[in-house]
């Protein structure tokens, strides 16, 4: 039998550390025949990302040896500062970047004696999104040179697998170049084709973007080349050859990010003259639906050749992610009801598809689909969802500003041995993602579950701007930055709270990056909220617009709609200068060594606040980015919020009292 407990106070076996050493985070996975790869990000070794492989037999292992300078392999890349596709593997040769000086390094499976061999020099010069080519010995590789003054410098490159360029730089041939960025190389099964994908500024990869393909020559260098897709006002991402050479990409020309298959390319030793006109481009399953996100990291990988009739796909339709072949032929779309929701990273080799994946009762797994039976390859952590009792997702939908409709999903308090009393409402937590074109999903989710197994409800709101809906839906947000975030934000609060499903006295926003900008707007601009808390996220968009990396250095300027930063709009949307209009305790948590939100924006923010007289707490964490990694960090990070909470609302609970959260001016 449940006991009866205040909300919010209820013990839970999901503390922070169950987050920090008992799970951990998956992503790139790719599959190289019968073998398995896939990276594993750490808390507990500073958040050191590790390049994992299960091997044919099952076995599962930590791939690659030490560096030849006695280093563990962090495999990571600092591309466009967000990085994404840090390695590369074809038939037992992996070519992978280490974060720990820079350098790209090649491994051979079969030959493990050799070690590891270093292919690029070192220096600030950065190379991430890797396609390997056997045949001619090379790896080709996104280059973000920052050996220069101003910008630092986007090519392609082609570089040695022979490690002749690690001794002399002059080895790498530059590939492609003279546009401000440049993506995705993707090589043809039969070796005589390379696709990439360019955008320039002011655009973003997912606004504005050309797909090109050439002709390979002997030494790796582009012949003859066309323009597929894109640069016309809309975007391509993806790019990904058949069996039968033939490139299918995903445009969102049609309003929404579907799947294109283009005809027409010379085979090896055929005619080819003339080729780049014989080309033919065309949709292969319309539909009002997502086939891929916004391209923050390099390497996105939604989709898959299943086998020379299929594809395998994800996609979104109002925020919920499905899997499913489409036939190449005609584009028939057949869906997989494997109980498992893809989570952006599809790979399929020999008929078997693996896929990053979560579901309602399962944390984000790496799980294999055969027959369409799953089978789970690599869980991101040992506990038990039934152990703490589940919170499943609630897709909402409310009446939001311009007669405009906004979304998210709302998750109830749920304990496997609580309840609340009869005669209270739960608290209400209500999450900003960052992006701001990502997109909150269902799914378990320990961060989310953290708080409702206490007896707190939760709101992840998918406010306009988000993906999965649209592009007319993620476009609304241009020139409306700190507006109509805010606003779906503030009138979600409200419908819930007005719906009789949570206490109207006691509703927090939180937010990281982006989303903590919109937190802190939203409690500039409204008083629904009683607490606030901003992890690392944007005080000053000006000076964010000032100091920012080259990959989103014009973005900020679309998002707010003005071009010039000594524009009004910028003073009157940044919550720095509002902190007049803020009437709610707040708590800010931020990394000392965040290159994208420099620790200045929330330690101003905190001493004017703390000026007001208002209820504030600071705490920065020495040595983090933008984003926590070290488990003690990470740790205290959630313990400070739970503990903020408590202190504001009075919520008396022992677990809550051992955790001593300092909040300047708080009335104790």
């Not at 994992?52 to 006695?70: F, W």
């Not at 606003?487 to 609060?493: E, N, Y």
């Not at 705490?619 to 202190?647: I, M, P, T």
Request: negative net charge; hydrophobic residues 40%.
């Amino acid at each position: 039998m449940s006991t009866k407990a205040p909300y919010g106070t209820w013990p839970s076996p999901i503390t922070p550390g169950t987050i920090t050493t008992r799970t951990l985070s998956l992503s790139q996975v790719r599959v190289d025949g019968g073998d398995t790869y896939w990276v594993e990000q750490r808390a507990s070794q500073a958040g050191r990302q590790v390049l994992l492989r299960r091997d044919g037999d099952g076995q599962i292992g930590e791939v690659l040896p030490l560096t030849p300078a006695d280093e563990l392999v962090d495999a990571r890349t600092r591309v466009h500062e967000y990085g994404g596709r840090a390695y590369a593997v074809d038939s037992g040769i992996i070519v992978v970047s280490h974060a720990g000086d820079g350098r790209l390094y090649r491994y051979d499976v079969a030959h493990r004696l050799r070690g590891l061999v270093p292919l690029t020099i070192y220096g600030d010069v950065r190379h991430g999104d890797l396609e390997i080519d056997t045949a001619r010995g090379l790896v080709y590789a996104v280059r973000e040179d920052h050996r220069g003054d101003g910008e630092p410098v986007n090519t392609l490159v082609a570089i040695p697998l022979d490690g002749s360029a690690a001794r002399d730089d002059a080895v790498c041939t530059t590939i492609v170049s003279g546009t401000d960025f440049v993506v995705s190389p993707t090589l043809s099964p039969d070796g005589e084709h390379l696709a990439w994908i360019t955008w320039n500024h002011p655009d973003m990869p997912w606004d504005n973007a050309t797909l090109h393909v050439g002709d390979l020559l002997p030494d790796g260098t582009i012949g003859s080349q066309t323009v597929v897709d894109g640069g016309a006002g809309y975007s391509v991402s993806e790019p990904r050859w058949t069996e039968e050479c033939e490139l299918v990409h995903v445009s969102n020309a049609s309003g929404f990010w579907n799947l294109y298959r283009t005809e027409g390319f010379p085979r090896r030793g055929t005619n080819r003259e003339g080729w780049t006109e014989s080309l033919r481009t065309r949709p292969l399953h319309p539909i009002d639906a997502t086939f891929t996100s916004p391209a923050w990291v390099l390497g996105p990988h939604h989709f898959d050749v299943l086998d020379g009739e299929h594809l395998i796909a994800s996609w979104a339709r109002d925020g919920v992610w499905h899997l499913g072949t489409v036939k190449l032929a005609n584009g028939e779309l057949e869906e997989w009801n494997v109980g498992w929701q893809p989570m952006g990273n599809v790979a399929s080799s020999g008929g078997r598809v693996v896929m990053l994946a979560g579901s309602e009762t399962e944390l984000p797994s790496i799980v294999e689909v055969r027959g369409r039976q799953v089978e789970i390859l690599r869980g991101s952590g040992d506990f038990s969802a039934h152990d703490a009792g589940i919170s499943f997702a609630e897709p909402v939908s409310w009446p939001t500003t311009d007669g405009a409709t906004a979304h998210g999903f709302f998750y109830a308090p749920a304990s496997s041995a609580y309840v609340g009393p009869d005669d209270e409402l739960p608290p209400l937590i209500v999450g900003v993602h960052g992006g701001p074109t990502a997109m909150d999903r269902t799914g378990y989710d320990l961060r989310i579950q953290f708080w409702t197994s206490r007896g707190f409800a939760y709101l992840a709101v998918n406010y306009r701007g988000s993906t999965g809906y649209g592009s007319d839906y993620r476009r609304l947000l241009n020139g409306k930055w700190g507006v109509y975030d805010v606003d779906d934000v503030v009138s979600g609060a409200q419908f819930l709270a007005d719906s009789g499903k949570v206490d109207p006295a006691r509703i927090a926003v939180r937010g990281a990056s982006a989303g903590g900008f919109t937190a802190l707007a939203a409690l500039a601009r409204s008083d629904v909220f009683s607490a606030g808390t901003s992890l690392y996220g944007v005080a000053d968009l000006a000076q964010l617009a000032r100091t920012t990396h080259k990959f989103e250095s014009r973005y900020i300027q679309r998002l707010v709609g003005a071009d010039d930063l000594d524009d009004p709009v910028y003073a009157e949307r940044s919550p720095i200068n509002r902190i007049d209009d803020i009437h709610a305790p707040l708590l800010l948590l931020q990394g000392s060594a965040d290159p994208i939100i420099p620790p200045a924006q929330a330690t101003g923010m905190y001493e004017a606040v703390k000026a007001k007289g208002l209820p504030v707490a600071l705490e920065v964490f020495q040595g983090e980015g933008h984003g926590f990694s070290l488990a003690a960090n990470v740790h205290r990070a959630y313990q400070d919020e739970l503990s903020f909470y408590a202190q504001v609302w009075g919520l008396a609970s022992p677990v809550l009292e051992r955790v001593a959260l300092h909040v300047d001016n708080l009335d104790r």
